[in-house]
């Protein structure tokens, strides 16, 4: 069996795709960006590590929607994304770089820093100061980990994240839209009933 990202080795791991030490500072990252508090648990517990895990290891991580066969020239922020690599591996690669300079900059590992010390970091890597000339962390962060997190947050649960749906019980969302088009109308602006206990494609299978 594989070791879980704690290191147990008696506990297999959930992982398809993130390494012991990837899984690790991912769910330091998701932690922070998602504490627990009176509307959602901390981002491990809502599943969202697992659900970024699941996508980077299916068809979308593998570059399945993207035209791979170059040329490579530098492209304009608004050409989207240019790279040889597969989303599963400019994932990776991020990690990488962002163990490296945290390492370089506290002498820690990503998940070994305080819930403070991490906020801050983020901070610094949201705003491109962790940049240098050769990498671009911001650009890494902004447009490829946080809309992974964002989509985790929010998609349906069987993709590993959302978990128990809490976010949509958070925001009010009833569920599968195909089933509230009547709904949309009826309780504009007001708090739909069916948000009370969202549906869920699982459910409905």
């Known amino acids: ?25 991912v769910e330091a990252l998701v932690n922070v960006m998602c504490p627990a508090d009176a509307l959602t648990p901390n981002g491990a517990d809502c599943g969202l590590h697992i659900y970024m895990d699941r996508q980077l290891a299916g068809a979308w991580g593998g570059g399945d929607h993207l035209y791979r066969q170059g040329p490579w020239h530098a492209g304009k922020p608004q050409h989207g994304y240019q790279s040889p690599l597969t989303p599963e591996q400019h994932f990776k690669s991020g990690i990488a770089k962002l ?6 900059r506290t002498g820690k590992e990503v998940e070994q820093l305080e819930a403070g010390q991490l ?20 650009a890494w962060f902004n447009d490829a980990f946080y809309p992974l997190f964002v989509q985790a947050c ?10 128990d749906k809490v976010f949509w019980r958070a925001v009010g969302y009833p ?8 709904n949309v109308v009826q309780f504009r602006g007001q708090r739909v009933p069916a948000a009370t206990n969202p549906r869920s494609i699982e459910d409905l299978s």
């Open 99 to 104: 163990r490296h300079e945290t390492q370089l």
């Open 119 to 138: 906020d801050a970091l983020l901070n610094d890597l949201a705003a491109g100061r962790m940049d240098d000339s050769r990498y671009s962390l911001g």
């Open 175 to 182: 569920g599968l839209p195909a089933l509230h088009g009547r």
């Open 154 to 163: 929010f998609a349906d649960p069987m993709y590993g994240g959302n978990r």
């Open 1 to 25: 069996a594989v070791s879980g990202p704690a290191g147990d080795p008696s506990r297999p791991s959930p992982y398809l795709s993130l390494s012991p030490q990837e899984a690790a500072c």
